[in-house]
Protein backbone atom coordinates (compact mmCIF):
# COMPACT_ATOMS: atom_id res chain seq x y z
CA UNK A 1 0.00 0.00 0.00
CA UNK A 2 1.30 3.19 -0.81
CA UNK A 3 1.83 5.84 2.15
CA UNK A 4 0.90 9.33 1.79
CA UNK A 5 1.82 12.20 3.88
CA UNK A 6 5.25 13.68 4.32
CA UNK A 7 8.57 13.11 3.37
CA UNK A 8 11.06 12.65 5.70
CA UNK A 9 14.62 14.09 4.68
CA UNK A 10 17.71 12.21 6.76
CA UNK A 11 20.25 14.60 8.69
CA UNK A 12 23.84 13.94 9.37
CA UNK A 13 24.26 12.40 12.65
CA UNK A 14 26.99 13.54 15.07
CA UNK A 15 29.82 11.48 13.96
CA UNK A 16 29.71 12.69 10.52
CA UNK A 17 29.16 16.41 11.78
CA UNK A 18 32.62 15.14 14.09
CA UNK A 19 34.66 13.59 11.43
CA UNK A 20 34.09 16.67 8.90
CA UNK A 21 35.03 18.99 11.73
CA UNK A 22 38.20 16.88 12.07
CA UNK A 23 38.93 16.94 8.53
CA UNK A 24 38.47 20.85 8.66
CA UNK A 25 40.69 21.52 11.51
CA UNK A 26 43.85 19.26 10.04
CA UNK A 27 43.62 21.13 6.26
CA UNK A 28 43.69 24.50 8.42
CA UNK A 29 46.42 23.20 10.89
CA UNK A 30 48.16 22.22 7.87
CA UNK A 31 47.99 25.70 6.71
CA UNK A 32 49.73 27.58 9.45
CA UNK A 33 52.37 24.77 9.01
CA UNK A 34 53.09 25.83 6.33
CA UNK A 35 52.48 29.28 6.76
CA UNK A 36 55.27 29.51 9.37
CA UNK A 37 57.88 27.57 7.05
CA UNK A 38 57.03 30.08 4.59
CA UNK A 39 58.30 33.09 6.86
CA UNK A 40 60.88 31.54 8.14
CA UNK A 41 62.49 30.19 4.25
CA UNK A 42 61.54 34.24 2.98
CA UNK A 43 63.61 35.57 6.08
CA UNK A 44 66.15 33.06 5.44
CA UNK A 45 66.18 34.06 1.67
CA UNK A 46 66.65 37.94 2.63
CA UNK A 47 70.00 37.03 4.82
CA UNK A 48 71.24 35.08 1.93
CA UNK A 49 70.65 37.98 -0.74
CA UNK A 50 71.82 40.36 2.25
CA UNK A 51 75.06 38.68 2.67
CA UNK A 52 75.41 38.12 -0.98
CA UNK A 53 75.44 42.15 -1.57
CA UNK A 54 77.53 42.61 1.40
CA UNK A 55 80.02 40.06 0.77
CA UNK A 56 80.68 42.13 -2.55
CA UNK A 57 80.61 45.59 -1.03
CA UNK A 58 83.06 44.07 2.06
CA UNK A 59 85.56 42.10 -0.68
CA UNK A 60 85.90 44.29 -3.49
CA UNK A 61 88.26 47.06 -2.36
CA UNK A 62 90.43 44.01 -0.92
CA UNK A 63 89.88 41.90 -4.21
CA UNK A 64 91.21 45.47 -6.47
CA UNK A 65 94.23 46.25 -4.23
CA UNK A 66 95.45 42.73 -3.89
CA UNK A 67 95.31 42.36 -7.78
CA UNK A 68 97.50 45.45 -8.23
CA UNK A 69 100.14 45.19 -10.96
CA UNK A 70 102.52 47.40 -8.21
CA UNK A 71 101.31 45.15 -5.44
CA UNK A 72 104.95 44.27 -3.68
CA UNK A 73 105.48 40.18 -3.36
CA UNK A 74 107.30 41.30 0.27
CA UNK A 75 104.49 42.65 1.17
CA UNK A 76 102.28 39.80 -0.35
CA UNK A 77 104.08 37.11 1.96
CA UNK A 78 103.67 39.73 5.09
CA UNK A 79 99.69 38.74 5.19
CA UNK A 80 98.35 36.48 7.53
CA UNK A 81 99.87 35.43 10.65
CA UNK A 82 101.63 32.06 11.16
CA UNK A 83 98.22 29.78 11.38
CA UNK A 84 97.48 28.08 14.71
CA UNK A 85 98.11 23.67 14.92
CA UNK A 86 93.80 24.32 15.35
CA UNK A 87 93.31 25.48 11.96
CA UNK A 88 95.45 23.47 10.11
CA UNK A 89 95.55 19.87 9.14
CA UNK A 90 99.35 18.18 7.85
CA UNK A 91 97.87 18.11 4.28
CA UNK A 92 96.75 21.60 3.59
CA UNK A 93 99.05 24.05 5.91
CA UNK A 94 98.01 27.53 4.74
CA UNK A 95 101.25 30.21 4.89
CA UNK A 96 99.35 32.85 6.37
CA UNK A 97 95.71 32.89 8.28
CA UNK A 98 94.33 36.20 9.47
CA UNK A 99 92.85 35.57 12.11
CA UNK A 100 95.49 33.28 13.29
CA UNK A 101 93.07 30.46 14.17
CA UNK A 102 91.05 31.03 10.99
CA UNK A 103 86.75 30.48 11.19
CA UNK A 104 87.93 29.09 14.90
CA UNK A 105 88.82 32.28 16.08
CA UNK A 106 85.10 33.20 15.98
CA UNK A 107 84.17 30.34 17.81
CA UNK A 108 84.09 30.29 21.94
CA UNK A 109 85.95 27.26 24.23
CA UNK A 110 83.17 25.55 25.35
CA UNK A 111 84.11 26.54 29.05
CA UNK A 112 83.82 30.33 28.30
CA UNK A 113 80.16 29.61 26.57
CA UNK A 114 79.24 28.17 29.69
CA UNK A 115 76.22 26.50 29.19
CA UNK A 116 74.49 28.59 26.31
CA UNK A 117 76.06 26.20 23.58
CA UNK A 118 73.32 28.52 21.08
CA UNK A 119 76.02 31.41 21.61
CA UNK A 120 79.59 29.41 20.86
CA UNK A 121 80.21 32.44 18.41
CA UNK A 122 82.68 34.84 20.27
CA UNK A 123 81.03 38.32 21.85
CA UNK A 124 82.41 40.62 19.07
CA UNK A 125 82.73 38.73 15.82
CA UNK A 126 82.76 42.25 13.67
CA UNK A 127 86.08 43.61 15.58
CA UNK A 128 88.29 40.34 14.35
CA UNK A 129 86.53 40.70 10.91
CA UNK A 130 87.32 44.12 10.65
CA UNK A 131 91.31 43.75 11.62
CA UNK A 132 91.73 41.46 9.43
CA UNK A 133 90.07 43.34 6.51
CA UNK A 134 92.85 46.49 8.15
CA UNK A 135 95.67 44.24 7.99
CA UNK A 136 95.14 43.12 4.55
CA UNK A 137 93.88 46.54 3.15
CA UNK A 138 97.33 47.93 5.15
CA UNK A 139 99.57 45.91 3.05
CA UNK A 140 98.08 47.35 -0.39
CA UNK A 141 99.90 49.71 -2.03
CA UNK A 142 98.63 52.98 -1.48
CA UNK A 143 96.64 54.51 -4.43
CA UNK A 144 95.06 51.61 -4.55
CA UNK A 145 94.13 51.01 -0.76
CA UNK A 146 90.09 50.48 -0.27
CA UNK A 147 87.41 52.21 2.27
CA UNK A 148 85.80 49.26 4.53
CA UNK A 149 81.99 49.51 4.05
CA UNK A 150 79.68 49.96 6.89
CA UNK A 151 77.61 47.03 7.43
CA UNK A 152 74.37 47.39 9.85
CA UNK A 153 74.74 47.14 12.87
CA UNK A 154 72.19 44.74 13.16
CA UNK A 155 74.37 42.57 11.42
CA UNK A 156 77.17 40.16 12.18
CA UNK A 157 79.59 39.07 10.10
CA UNK A 158 83.20 37.15 9.72
CA UNK A 159 86.00 37.58 7.55
CA UNK A 160 88.95 34.80 6.70
CA UNK A 161 91.93 35.67 4.80
CA UNK A 162 94.04 32.74 3.94
CA UNK A 163 97.40 33.09 1.96
CA UNK A 164 98.83 30.07 0.44
CA UNK A 165 101.55 30.99 -2.00
CA UNK A 166 100.78 33.20 -4.66
CA UNK A 167 97.14 32.99 -4.19
CA UNK A 168 94.92 34.72 -1.30
CA UNK A 169 91.35 33.09 -0.68
CA UNK A 170 89.10 35.62 1.54
CA UNK A 171 85.95 34.41 2.44
CA UNK A 172 82.88 36.25 4.19
CA UNK A 173 79.45 35.33 6.72
CA UNK A 174 77.01 37.04 6.90
CA UNK A 175 74.01 37.46 9.70
CA UNK A 176 71.24 38.98 11.48
CA UNK A 177 71.68 36.62 14.25
CA UNK A 178 74.92 36.12 15.96
CA UNK A 179 74.03 32.25 16.87
CA UNK A 180 73.61 31.26 13.24
CA UNK A 181 76.89 33.05 11.94
CA UNK A 182 78.96 30.44 11.42
CA UNK A 183 76.09 27.51 10.03
CA UNK A 184 75.80 30.03 7.14
CA UNK A 185 77.08 29.77 3.54
CA UNK A 186 80.26 31.31 3.12
CA UNK A 187 81.29 33.83 0.29
CA UNK A 188 84.71 33.07 -1.33
CA UNK A 189 86.38 34.65 -3.52
CA UNK A 190 90.43 34.20 -4.46
CA UNK A 191 92.95 36.43 -5.52
CA UNK A 192 96.20 35.57 -7.67
CA UNK A 193 99.70 37.40 -6.89
CA UNK A 194 99.85 39.82 -10.04
CA UNK A 195 102.51 42.18 -9.17
CA UNK A 196 106.46 41.80 -9.93
CA UNK A 197 108.05 39.12 -7.82
CA UNK A 198 111.21 41.00 -7.84
CA UNK A 199 110.06 43.74 -5.52
Known sequence: MPTTGRKYRRGFTLLEVNLAVFIMATGIL?????????????????????????????????????????????????????????????????????????????????????????????????????????????????????TKPSVPSDFEYALVVTRRGTVIQLAFRLSRRRETLMTLPAFVTEVRFNGDPEK
Open 30 to 146: SICALYSLGFRENRQSVEDVAGAAWAEAYLSPLVQGLSATNMPWSAWTEIGDEPQASATRSHNVADGVWPGAGWGAYIQSPSSAGTDIRYRVVGSPRSLADSAWNGVNGKIPSPYKG
